[in-house]
């Protein structure tokens, strides 16, 4: 397919970028390698690997820091799993060409939800509902680019658990993590601060990546000789991005996140159109 050099360099600039910005690595391995001949539903079998090593290599890092909502992981990853097992047996059987619109369809729905976000390193005054109060979703972090401790609190959990059987399946189906949707999800509904939600997906696309992997595995699109390569510069990357995330700041990131998701808009519509 595609030369071992070639894959191990596109997987640490993805690893890199996928953990600075809560994607998952994948959003740029899918269209490079489809790009390179790669068919798509193999790239989107191996991207799922690459979700796991990016997940592994960076969450690691901001669990150590405290930024991560290791709760709001563990309500939200229930939604999430079942949604990418049911989106990855979609795949197995969807045409091909219709794969591509698919990704740009659901990316262009990220873009535009974290294109509406304003400019706050943190939301202003949120007000828990009784769900988010009884789960006790808030927390706290130290923000080195401000200098100081943030707190916060997250509302509207039930809505958020039903985006995130959407992102879920979205994963599942494209192979992509879904993280671009999981932070519109967070910040949009939770009220998630950027850092905190860009951490958060990172430690929830793993788990969800590995669900939809299984399935790939079985059907026989997981093609390891490519998978491999890719696992190794993710990991690499995903561990230097997350060392680097705390000194930036977070309307540097939704800059970085919003370029990063219109190339890869623009490139799965030109394959949908000319496959």
Same mark, same amino acid.
């Given at each position: %397919? #595609?030369? &071992?050099?070639? +894959? ?16 998952? @690595?994948s959003l740029i391995t899918t269209p490079a390698l489809v790009a390179l001949g790669v068919p798509v539903k193999f ?10 090593? =990016? ?12 930024? +991560?909502?290791?709760?709001?992981? %563990? ?6 799993? #079942?949604?990418?097992?049911?989106? *990855?047996?979609?795949? $197995? +059987?969807?045409? *091909? ?12 729905? $990220? /873009?535009?939800?974290?294109? !509406?976000?304003? !400019?706050?390193?943190?939301p202003q005054a949120v007000v828990q509902d009784g769900l988010a109060r009884w789960l006790e979703l808030e927390g ?15 509302? !509207? ?17 494209? @192979?992509?993590?879904?993280? *671009? ?16 939600? =860009?951490? =958060? $997906?990172? /430690? ?11 399935v790939y595995f079985f059907s026989g699109l997981l093609y390891l000789d490519l998978a491999a390569p890719m696992m &190794?510069?993710? =990991? ?20 970085? /996140? ?5 190339? &890869? ?11």
């Open positions: %397919m #595609v030369d &071992v050099l070639t +894959v191990l360099l596109i997987s640490i600039l993805a690893g890199l970028l996928g953990s600075l910005v809560g994607l998952g @690595g790239a989107i079998a191996a991207g799922m690997v690459t979700i796991i090593a =990016t997940s592994s290599g960076s969450a690691s890092s901001y669990v150590k820091e405290k930024i +991560v909502n290791v709760k709001a992981a %563990m309500y939200l990853e229930m939604f999430t799993i #079942v949604g990418a097992i049911a989106g *990855a047996s979609i795949t $197995s +059987v969807v045409p *091909a060409k219709f794969l591509y619109f698919f990704f740009a369809a659901f990316l262009l729905t $990220s /873009f535009l939800g974290i294109g !509406r976000l304003g !400019r706050d390193e943190v706290s972090y130290h923000d080195k680019s401000l200098g100081k401790d943030v707190n916060y609190k997250l509302t !509207r959990p039930a809505l958020g658990g039903a985006g995130m059987f959407v992102a879920g399946i979205a994963a599942g189906m494209l @192979g992509i993590g879904a993280g *671009a949707f999981k932070v519109s999800v967070h910040e949009l509904i939770l009220k998630m601060p950027p850092k905190v939600s =860009t951490t =958060t $997906s990172s /430690f929830i696309i793993g788990m969800t990546a590995l669900a939809g992997a299984s &190794v510069g993710t =990991t690499l990357g995903a561990f230097l991005g997350g060392r680097a995330l705390n000194r930036i700041r977070s309307s540097t990131l939704r800059r970085l /996140f919003l370029v990063v998701i219109l190339l &890869v808009l623009v490139e799965m519509l030109y394959k949908g159109i000319t496959a």
